[in-house]
């Protein structure tokens, strides 16, 4: 069965599945950053595996989608302040409850990425911040979970910390020397690699080695608790509960993805 069929047949999974559920009462504000083959843009359209579900979502649910692109630091701001309804891709963070409630579609393991291996490699989050001498970059607004985040915060403290835009920036950095290694999830970082013809022989250098600390997690949507209705968040969470359980958004990922390259950094849900 070829992809294109296999895409249809998933879609109409889901659509049947979420058709009879209440259509949202506005349309949904959604702006996006570019995030490897999860988010990208061709022009002013959202393209990708999150900007095609919200499509697939809009059409079997009755919700309007109007996606945007805006640097994804502006992106949390945004969401905190609540000038966006939706806040994907995410990974689940308590410092983010607050503004939105979580709903998850996929899993996720971010890990030590490096170009080089010219010195020992820490093998905790503990053990990188104690290694004199090791700068890390980082995409601004990222984040992989509490012991992630004090990570970032002893780093910068330490001024051994490079902050960039995205993860094209941070792969910049890495191969300038700016910095030697950075923590994400390898597929968005192999993603945007592919992605940008100047940074697409970096993937036969790339290594991806585990971290202690960070095991596998939840990825997904947060949904505004500022500007969505309880009705809006209902029906939201309704459909992207259901694409998860049919197995669209693992579908979507393997279909925008090379083969073999989601091992160790993405797993389905259910």
Same mark, same amino acid.
């Given at each position: 069965?070829?992809?294109?069929?296999?895409?249809?047949?998933?879609?109409?999974?889901?659509?049947?599945?979420?058709?009879?559920?209440?259509?949202?009462?506005?349309? /949904?504000? $959604?702006?996006?950053?570019?995030?490897?083959?999860?988010?990208?843009?061709?022009? %002013?359209?959202? *393209?990708?595996?999150?900007?095609?579900?919200?499509?697939?979502?809009?059409?079997?649910?009755?919700? %309007?989608?109007?996606?945007?692109? *805006? &640097?994804?630091?502006?992106?949390?701001?945004? @969401?905190?302040?609540?000038?966006?309804?939706?806040?994907?891709?995410?990974?689940?963070?308590?410092?983010?409850?607050?503004?939105?409630? @979580?709903?998850?579609? /996929?899993?996720?393991?971010?890990?030590?990425?490096?170009?080089?291996?010219?010195?020992?490699?820490?093998?905790?989050?503990?053990?990188?911040?104690?290694?004199?001498?090791?700068?890390?970059? $980082?995409?601004?607004? @990222?984040?992989?979970?509490?012991?992630?985040?004090?990570?970032?915060?002893?780093?910068?403290?330490?001024?051994?910390?490079?902050?960039?835009?995205?993860?094209?920036? *941070?792969?910049?950095?890495?191969?300038?020397?700016?910095?030697?290694?950075?923590?994400?999830?390898?597929? /968005?970082?192999?993603?945007?690699?592919?992605?940008?013809?100047? #940074?697409? &022989?970096?993937?036969?250098?790339?290594?991806?080695?585990?971290?202690?600390?960070?095991?596998?997690?939840?990825?997904?949507?947060?949904?505004?608790?500022?500007?969505?209705?309880?009705?809006?968040?209902?029906?939201?969470?309704?459909?992207?509960?259901?694409?998860?359980?049919?197995?669209? $958004?693992?579908?979507?990922?393997?279909?925008?993805? &090379?083969?073999?390259? #989601?091992?160790?950094?993405?797993?389905?849900?259910?």
């Amino acid at each position: 069965m070829n992809a294109t069929l296999r895409s249809g047949l998933w879609a109409a999974v889901m659509w049947a599945a979420v058709a009879a559920q209440a259509a949202c009462t506005r349309a /949904i504000e $959604v702006p996006m950053a570019p995030v490897g083959l999860s988010v990208s843009f061709d022009g %002013e359209r959202g *393209v990708g595996i999150y900007p095609t579900l919200l499509r697939e979502l809009g059409t079997a649910a009755g919700c %309007e989608f109007r996606i945007q692109r *805006v &640097p994804r630091a502006r992106l949390q701001k945004m @969401f905190e302040a609540g000038r966006a309804d939706l806040l994907v891709p995410a990974s689940a963070s308590p410092s983010r409850d607050g503004d939105g409630e @979580f709903v998850p579609l /996929i899993q996720v393991r971010a890990s030590l990425l490096t170009l080089t291996r010219d010195r020992p490699l820490p093998r905790s989050l503990a053990e990188l911040v104690a290694t004199p001498g090791l700068k890390l970059a $980082v995409v601004r607004g @990222f984040n992989f979970g509490p012991a992630y985040e004090q990570m970032v915060v002893a780093l910068r403290a330490q001024k051994r910390l490079v902050e960039e835009l995205d993860a094209g920036g *941070v792969a910049r950095a890495l191969r300038q020397g700016l910095a030697q290694a950075t923590v994400m999830t390898a597929s /968005i970082f192999i993603g945007t690699l592919l992605g940008e013809a100047d #940074l697409a &022989p970096l993937v036969k250098q790339l290594n991806v080695d585990a971290l202690e600390e960070l095991g596998w997690s939840e990825s997904g949507v947060y949904l505004s608790r500022h500007s969505l209705s309880e009705a809006d968040r209902r029906a939201l969470r309704q459909a992207l509960t259901q694409s998860a359980k049919s197995g669209r $958004v693992w579908q979507l990922f393997n279909d925008h993805h &090379p083969p073999g390259s #989601l091992g160790g950094s993405i797993r389905p849900l259910f």
